[in-house]
Every structure is written in structure tokens, then in C-alpha cells.
């Protein structure tokens, strides 16, 4: 082990991975640290290829932290990231079409969830996924602690601008994909520096109690939702799409239900730039509910959670013109009606309104509970039309809501 710099040390090896897990660890067990030390401890891991999808790992140890995280065992699978950040860098070969390779994605969001879980915050990015020249590549990373060391590595192209799109991803659909999609097309940033997308899973909802598919198997859904989603937007040889290569996705974790209160977190884990803007892409059924002063106890109540949330952030919101919501007419006039005078009845303000953007939607009713209809009746040629080509095969392959009620 060669140190490169006061608290940085590169481990490499050329082995496959569980004998390089064990090394590692064990490396890890023997390293006495200096409590005194105020950087974080980066090791490195080097993996031969062989492997699927593996090609480089790195642990950070926050000082003072590390008995816990090297206790136990020299196993991958039990090893404790509570305090630890764990990136894991896969490629594009990792096939969904491979049972193997599912499972260790299930596998690796299963840890990753329940590190979150136990951590006690708010929020944490699980994964990067990233365009590149030669496709795309990204990280697993585990529960991020708020060590703003850490969050400097994470800031590297620092977005001006943040999508998040916020869904339960039960499962991601074509919609959601469309939602991302325009949104990231509008921009006319250079996305690598300008631009960033998160998808936003909370593991708690306003309205909805869990239900399946269980959250490690959405956050797979997430990863490969992204995957398409670059296919998509890089794919196209049209030159609105250009500037999708570079393109970061970023997947999250957080407690919040509540729009303001996501916001904040987000705004407060320090991993994004304290001038970024967020966009929340949300469908218009949501943005009713954001203006519902139901969700937010006493009178006042809306006033004050909204008013620090819309000042950071704004809505793109979606119309959703199939049955159930009204059609585009009756959806611009409910946000004019807003505006004059509607929020101010509710506690809210007119202004609010400005920072509200309506986008056109499909014509075709798309959702999740649609694509869990289709999953359990086992028809194919409806779930083409939802879902994205990767997550029609995990839905299908790993049987997802075929027993669901
Ligand atoms: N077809 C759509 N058009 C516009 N917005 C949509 C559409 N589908 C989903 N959304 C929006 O995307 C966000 C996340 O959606 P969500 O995960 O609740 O999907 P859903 O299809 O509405 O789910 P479910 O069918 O389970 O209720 C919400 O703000 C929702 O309004
Ligand atoms: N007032 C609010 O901030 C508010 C109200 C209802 C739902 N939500 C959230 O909107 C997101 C989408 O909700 P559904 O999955 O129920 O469509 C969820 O994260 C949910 O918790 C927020």
C-alpha cells in the first residue's frame, strides 16, 4: 500500500473481486488511524477486469469511524457503509438480460437502501449514471455521509440547474421518461456543467402506503430507467440532443413526502452548489395537491413551508389530459384561476404562480398503475408502450406485480 498524499492511499490489485474485497478489507482492519485527522481517508481498489460490470471501487472512511465499518467480517455483503462512501463503477455490459447481473444490482440497492435507512438523514444519492462518448457508464454509491469533503468530490460539475424528478417508480414509465426527456432538451445549457438530472425516490408518501414492488427493486428500476433514458436522449441524430453527452443523472433517496421538505434537503446535503436551481418535473394531479392546504396542518401552514420551497425552486409541470384530470383547457384555467386570486383564498400567493411552468403532455394516458395492470395480466404489447426498453425486461423478467392484488 503506497501512500499518495497526507490521507490518501491506493490500494491496487489484480485479482477478481472477492479476493480484492478481502485484501482490502483486511488492509482496512490493519491501518490504525489518527483520530486527530480532519480529511477523510480515500482508498483505492483496482479490480482486473473479468468480473461483471466491476472495474474500480473506492471507499472513503471518515477518521474516527473506521471500527465500525472494518468490525466484523471480510465480506462484501456484510460490510457496514453506515460511515462510509462506497462507489462502485459499472459499465454498460452489466446485461439486464442476464439473471446474474439483476440479482447483484437487487443486491447492491437491497445494502444501499438499508444503509440509508439506518443512517437517520434525510436524503443521499445512491447512484451516478453519466453519458459518455462510449456510452453509458456510472457508480453505485452507498449512503453518502454530509462531509463536505465528500461533497466537493460530488460537486465536480457543479449544475446550474437540477431536474428532480420525484416519483415512487412503481415502476418508471414512458411518461416519467418524457417528463426528464423535454425538460432536459429545453435547456439549451451545456449539460455536463449546467445541467443535472435527479431522480427522486421517497420511502415515504403522501398518500400512498408501500406497496410493491419493494424499494430495492424500484431503485434497480431507477438505474435502468436512467441507462434508457440516456439511450434515448444520445440516440437521436437529431441536434436538440447533442448536448445530452456528459449528461449526470443522479439517484436519490429521501424521507421527506412533502415537496418543501425534499427541497430543503436537498438544498441542505451541501451536494449541489448553493445557487443551483431546482426544477421539480411533476404531473399536473400533483400540482394540485402541492396547492392542497390539507398537507400542511394549521392555517399558515402552507404559507410557510411554501414560500422558502418556491423561492428555490420551481415546477415544471405536466399536463396530464386523460380522463380523470380535465382536459388542457380545464388545466390552464385552473393556473389562471390561481393566479387571480385562487392561492390567495387558500393562504397561498398569486406570485407563486410565476414560478409554475405548463408543459404539454401525451395524449395517451400513461402511468404506473396502468403498467402494473398490464404487468399482471402478462401483456407485452401494452407494457412496450409504457415502460422503457429495459425496465420491460426486469418487469417481466423478475415477475414484478404479476401476484399484485
Ligand atoms: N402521464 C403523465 N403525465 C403527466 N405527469 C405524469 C404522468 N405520469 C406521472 N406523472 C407525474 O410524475 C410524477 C411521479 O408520478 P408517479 O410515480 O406518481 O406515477 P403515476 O403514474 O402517477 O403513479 P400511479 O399510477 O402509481 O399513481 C407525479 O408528479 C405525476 O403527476
Ligand atoms: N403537498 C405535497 O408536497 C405533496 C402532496 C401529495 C403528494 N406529494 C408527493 O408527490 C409525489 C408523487 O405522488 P404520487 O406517487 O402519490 O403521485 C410523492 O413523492 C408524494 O409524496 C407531495
Not at 490493519?30 to 480532519?38: A, G, L, N, T, V
Not at 418508471?172 to 429545453?186: D, K, N, Q
Not at 395524449?363 to 399482471?376: D, G, L, M, N, Y
Request: hydrophobic share 40%; charged share 20%.
Amino acid at each position: 500500500m503506497a501512500e499518495t498524499a497526507r490521507n490518501t492511499y491506493q490500494l491496487q490489485i489484480t485479482t477478481n473481486s472477492p479476493l480484492a474485497y478481502s485484501l482490502f478489507l483486511l488492509c482496512l482492519r490493519c491501518k490504525r488511524f489518527d483520530e486527530s485527522e480532519r480529511e477523510l481517508l480515500r482508498y483505492r481498489i483496482a479490480v482486473a477486469s473479468g468480473t461483471v460490470g466491476v472495474r474500480a471501487d473506492t471507499v472513503i472512511v471518515p477518521p474516527c469511524s473506521t471500527t465500525s465499518i472494518v468490525s466484523s467480517t471480510s465480506q462484501f455483503q456484510q460490510h457496514d457503509f453506515r460511515n462510509s462512501h462506497f462507489t462502485r463503477t459499472w459499465d454498460a455490459k452489466m446485461s439486464v438480460n442476464s439473471e446474474a447481473a439483476r440479482q447483484e444490482l437487487i443486491n447492491i440497492c437491497a445494502q444501499q437502501l438499508s444503509s440509508f435507512q439506518r443512517s437517520g438523514d434525510a436524503f443521499c444519492i445512491f447512484s451516478k449514471v453519466t453519458a459518455g462518448t462510449g456510452g453509458v457508464y456510472g457508480e453505485y454509491i452507498s449512503h453518502i455521509p454530509p462531509a463536505p469533503s465528500i461533497a466537493t468530490d460530488l460537486q465536480q460539475q457543479s449544475p446550474r440547474t437540477l431536474f428532480v424528478l420525484d416519483s415512487s417508480f412503481n415502476p418508471p414509465t414512458l411518461a416519467h421518461m418524457r417528463m426528464a426527456a423535454s425538460a432536459i432538451r429545453s435547456t439549451k445549457a451545456k449539460l455536463a456543467d449546467d445541467a443535472r438530472l435527479l431522480l427522486l425516490l421517497a420511502v415515504n408518501n403522501a398518500d400512498k402506503a408501500p406497496k410493491p414492488a419493494a424499494f430495492p427493486l424500484r431503485m434497480a428500476m431507477m438505474q435502468l430507467f436512467a441507462q434508457d433514458l440516456i439511450t434515448t436522449l444520445t440516440s437521436s441524430s437529431s441536434t436538440e440532443d447533442v448536448h445530452a453527452e456528459g449528461l449526470t443523472i443522479d439517484l436519490g433517496l429521501t424521507t421527506g413526502p412533502y415537496f418543501h421538505e425534499k427541497s430543503r434537503v436537498i438544498a441542505e446535503s451541501g451536494l449541489y452548489p448553493s445557487q443551483t436551481e431546482q426544477v421539480f418535473l411533476a404531473g399536473y394531479d400533483t400540482l394540485i395537491r402541492i396547492f392542497n392546504p390539507k398537507y400542511y396542518g394549521a392555517a399558515g401552514g402552507m404559507r410557510e413551508a411554501l414560500e422558502p420551497f418556491l423561492g428555490r425552486s420551481r415546477l415544471r409541470i405536466t399536463m396530464r389530459t386523460d380522463d380523470a384530470w380535465g382536459g388542457r383547457e380545464d388545466q390552464l384555467a385552473y393556473v389562471e384561476g390561481l393566479r387571480d386570486g385562487g392561492l390567495e383564498d387558500v393562504g397561498g400567493l398569486a406570485a407563486w404562480c410565476d414560478r409554475v411552468d405548463l408543459v404539454d403532455g401525451d395524449e395517451e394516458a400513461v402511468s404506473s398503475t396502468k403498467v402494473r395492470e398490464a404487468a399482471k395480466s402478462g401483456d407485452g404489447a401494452a407494457l412496450e408502450k409504457l415502460v422503457s426498453p429495459r425496465v420491460k425486461v426486469f418487469v417481466i423478467s423478475e415477475r414484478l406485480y404479476a401476484e399484485e392484488k
